[in-house]
């Protein structure tokens, strides 16, 4: 029943995306390519990131609310399935606040305006059988690990077993073959504008848009000594979006007692663009797994833009409760810088520096979803 | 003679080989799933697991060999993991 309700909720959601003339409230520049991902027990994860550019798709549903100093709140669902290695992805992400106040110039790590419906698709590339000469040295060290330690039954050893032996560790070494990810993420967002072409009626014209958005991405994990360290990806990204001119106050008399009505509005069409881009990104958490803080630094360069983005998030991870129970609302901030490079001159630290604390709340209703 | 393989992999990822001698997979099981096939007496096979994750997880491997046989006992191998990780197991039999 869960199911039903959810599933007939994107449907709705995700009705209609032909334009139509509305009244509603003003909107501001275009969607963000990245919408978040949120993950809800899976906080102690090493790559897990709660509201930054995340080149890798989580592999569970979930639902979250964020919240971006000067983007809004944002509330969005995922629904995924996995198997034999594929994950396939349907999100639905709505803006919740009426008053977006300002948008990342780059369109770097952000909170999507109007509603954005999303597929994602993933998979795992693994082949991590070894040589039969590793795997002779690995019976041999298991076989003198086996000698020194009362072992029920040798077959169930490991090699993590029996690296963590002080004496064999210094004479076993093996290096296990590493998956990597391949990820394609398509999106349409619809985002509603409210502007006026008419200089002297100041008629409200409401339209809504609706933008592609497609992002390719590779990635793989970083071990050392068979532990998950930090996650490095790499990522094309084609987006459009509309920006918006300058919001413009009117002030024309009524009746014949001198008084005078304002009418806040944008003046102009919003203006359609797009961007091909490039990012890199690296993951990585810091300290044990119940004080894990995270931080996922990435540059991006838009081809068309001409502009290059650096965003550096730190992610405040607490580990789930006891009882596998996630521990509320997650923050972290996040410093971006952008600038130009058309001139070869860089944009100032005042013009192109953003800093933002963001809170995201998740929602572990989604549990039976999730294998 | 049969071996009869079930996986089950929670919140992490696993790989299952059954090798022969001439270096040739016979089966290959992913995460969650199970597999069988026919074993040759006298040949020597390689049964090979790896696992990963980035965070915590739970591995289950049971394989059986029917009828019965001394030169595989039934094999159950549950390991939990409780930070990320990248591991591997395995071992040589005949039958």
Redesign the interface.
């Known amino acids: 029943m869960k199911k039903i309700f959810i599933l007939f909720f994107i449907l709705i959601v995700s009705d209609s995306f032909s334009l139509k003339a509305q009244i509603g409230h003003t909107q501001n520049d275009g969607p963000k390519i990245d919408s978040l991902n949120k993950i809800t027990e899976?906080f102690?994860?090493?790559?897990?990131s709660p509201f930054g550019k995340s080149s890798l798709s989580n592999f569970i549903s979930s639902f979250s609310l964020t919240s971006a100093y000067n983007e809004g709140e944002n509330g969005k669902i995922e629904l995924k399935h996995s198997k034999?290695?594929w994950t396939y992805g349907l999100s639905v992400d709505q803006a919740i606040s009426k008053n977006d106040k300002e948008s990342t110039p780059l369109d770097l790590d952000g909170l999507n305006s109007g509603t954005t419906v999303g597929f994602n698709l993933q998979k795992?590339f693994?082949n991590?059988?070894?040589t039969?000469n590793d795997?002779d040295n690995?019976?041999q060290a298991?076989n003198r690990f086996v000698r020194q330690n009362k072992i029920i039954?040798?077959?169930?050893?490991?090699?993590?077993e029996i690296l963590n032996d002080s004496i064999e560790k210094n004479r076993f070494e093996?290096k296990?073959k590493?998956?990597w990810f391949f990820n394609i993420t398509g999106s349409f967002n619809k985002t509603e504008y409210n502007y006026t072409t008419d200089s002297v009626g100041l008629t409200k014209i409401g339209r809504e848009y609706l933008v592609p958005s497609f992002k390719i991405s590779a990635g793989a994990?970083y071990?050392k000594n068979?532990?998950?360290k930090s996650?490095f990806a790499i990522s094309y990204i084609y987006s459009a979006n509309y920006s918006v001119g300058n919001t413009l106050t009117f002030i024309t008399p009524f009746s014949t007692r001198g008084n005078y009505i304002s009418k806040t509005l944008v003046f102009g069409a919003p203006l359609r663009k797009t961007d091909n881009r490039i990012n890199m990104e690296w993951r990585t958490t810091i300290g044990e797994?119940s004080q894990n803080f995270g931080i996922a630094p990435s540059l991006t360069y838009g081809i068309d833009s001409k502009k290059l983005g650096v965003s550096l998030p730190v992610y405040i991870i607490k580990g789930s409760s006891k009882d596998k129970k996630p521990l509320g609302l997650q923050g972290g901030f996040r410093l971006s810088y952008t600038t130009d490079t058309r001139n070869g001159v860089l944009t100032s630290i005042e013009n192109g520096l953003v800093a933002q604390v963001i809170i995201t709340a998740p929602f572990d209703v989604l549990g039976s979803f999730n294998? | 003679m049969n071996i009869i393989i079930n996986t089950q992999a929670k919140n992490g990822h696993l790989i299952c080989y059954l090798i022969s001698s001439e270096n040739i997979t016979i089966l290959s099981i992913k995460d969650s799933g199970s597999d069988n096939c026919k074993l040759i007496p006298g040949s020597t096979y390689r049964f090979e697991w790896h696992v990963w994750s980035d965070m915590k997880a739970d591995y289950k491997i049971n394989a059986v060999v029917s009828p019965i046989n001394q030169g595989f006992p039934d094999l159950n191998w549950v390991k939990s993991y409780g930070d990320s990780h990248q591991d591997m197991g395995g071992f040589y039999f005949s039958v």
């Not at chain 1, 039954?153 to 993590?160: F, K, M, N, Y």
């Open positions: 899976r102690a994860s090493k790559t897990f034999n290695w795992i693994w991590p059988a070894v039969k795997f690995f019976q298991k039954d040798p077959r169930e050893i490991t090699v993590s093996l296990l590493h998956p994990p071990f068979n532990e998950l996650f797994e294998k």
